[in-house]
């Protein structure tokens, strides 16, 4: 059974930074997409990025780009995503998924239940 689990969210001020994880159970991320989504109660879900593990590549939306970096540790079968310079606006639930095999934009088939990152001014 795959297992998703995200940790690392919390109550920061802007300008701050977070670094969220996201840890596979029942699952090997070698060779999987891993991406990483925000939604705000009343809004869409948004995915903000992406990494292929079997090569590193990475996607970032356009709205977070240079502000967000996915990284993976293949060992601890874990993904990462790092918020630099966190503004009011990130604040959201964040949720990991993940597809195995190649990224295909925003198609994913397991989800974590969330981390709430919330960032006051």
């Known amino acids: 059974q795959v297992q998703l689990v995200e940790s690392g969210g919390g109550s920061v001020q802007a300008g701050g930074s977070l670094r969220l994880s996201c840890v596979a159970s029942?699952?090997?991320?070698?060779?999987?997409?891993m991406g990483w989504f925000r939604q705000v109660p009343g809004k869409e879900r948004e995915g903000v990025g992406h990494?292929?593990?079997?090569?590193?590549?990475?996607y970032y939306a356009d709205s977070v780009k240079g502000r967000f970096t996915i990284s993976q540790d293949n060992a601890k079968n874990t993904v990462y995503l790092e918020i630099d310079t966190l503004q009011p606006e990130d604040t959201a639930m964040y949720y990991c998924?993940?597809?195995?095999?190649?990224?295909?934009?925003?198609?994913?088939?397991?989800w974590g239940q969330g981390t709430q990152v919330t960032v006051s001014s």
């Open positions: 990494i292929y593990t079997g090569s590193g590549s990475t």
């Open positions: 998924a993940t597809r195995r095999g190649y990224c295909y934009g925003w198609n994913f088939n397991f």
């Open positions: 029942g699952y090997t991320i070698n060779n999987s997409c």
